[in-house]
């Protein structure tokens, strides 16, 4: 995996870095060989994945054709600045 570094703005490079390794699932699969996994145990888990997608698919099928009602949209809140405190001057 590469990235390129310009004008030498290393935190932007790292954040690129991230998202990248966050797409291929890097991070998913480091954190999955951190111990061994029986293959008993390997087999039910992508089992259980696979169960999981199709059940997703589905259920995106029902929404599109009309089956199912989509689900509520998430209400976006705008939120105000804080205001500045006041400090007292005691003298």
Do not use: C, H, W
């Not at 888990?45 to 689900?71: D, F, Y």
């Amino acid at each position: 995996m590469q990235v390129l570094v310009r004008d030498n703005n290393v935190d932007q490079a790292l954040r690129v870095l991230k998202k990248k390794m966050q797409r291929e699932g890097v991070f998913r699969e480091m954190k999955q060989r951190r111990s061994y996994e029986k293959p008993s145990e390997r087999k039910t888990r992508e089992r259980s994945e696979a169960v999981r997608r199709a059940r997703k698919l589905a259920r995106k099928k029902a929404i599109r054709e009309g089956l199912l009602p989509a689900p509520p949209k998430k209400k976006i809140v705008e939120r105000k600045p804080p205001l500045p405190e006041i400090k007292e001057r005691v003298d």
